[in-house]
């Protein structure tokens, strides 16, 4: 399997938020309660998303056959934010492909560390 990873596109955008939704609700199940994650995840909507955009630049992992398969977000050129692989995809290399193509990124826009 390959993996690609590529700025946030408006077709992106459903299916990433599917997968934070996914990875918030299987990531911290024995953790919180249901009703806890169930509010979280539903800070996550078209709209909501749309605003993060406005402030963090998002890279998003894509399968081969065009799914994604994990989220990361850059703010401020150094901050990272919003970093989520599919649960099913977790220790693939998804997330190291996420971070090394956000680290260099960061350090085209004159980033020192993140």
Same mark, same amino acid.
């Given at each position: 399997?390959?993996?690609?990873?590529?700025?946030?596109?408006? !077709?992106? &955008?459903?299916?990433?938020?599917?997968?934070?939704?996914?990875?918030?609700? =299987?990531? *911290?199940? #024995?953790?919180?309660?249901?009703?806890?994650?169930?509010?979280?995840c539903s800070k996550y909507t078209l709209e909501t998303f749309g605003e993060r955009m406005k402030i963090i630049d998002h890279f998003?992992?894509?399968?081969?056959?065009? !799914?994604? &398969?994990?989220?990361?977000?850059?703010?401020?050129?150094?901050?990272?934010? =919003?970093? *989520?692989? #599919?649960?099913?995809?977790?220790?693939?290399?998804?997330?190291?492909?996420?971070?090394?193509?956000?680290?260099?990124?960061?350090?085209?826009?004159?980033?020192?560390?993140?």
């Amino acid at each position: 399997m390959s993996i690609s990873v590529k700025p946030l596109e408006e !077709t992106d &955008i459903q299916q990433t938020i599917d997968v934070i939704r996914k990875t918030i609700s =299987s990531s *911290y199940k #024995s953790i919180y309660p249901r009703e806890l994650i169930d509010s979280f995840c539903s800070k996550y909507t078209l709209e909501t998303f749309g605003e993060r955009m406005k402030i963090i630049d998002h890279f998003v992992a894509i399968s081969d056959d065009g !799914t994604v &398969i994990g989220v990361l977000g850059l703010q401020d050129n150094h901050r990272l934010r =919003s970093f *989520y692989v #599919s649960p099913e995809m977790q220790g693939k290399g998804v997330g190291r492909a996420l971070f090394e193509c956000v680290e260099k990124e960061a350090r085209t826009r004159g980033a020192k560390k993140l």
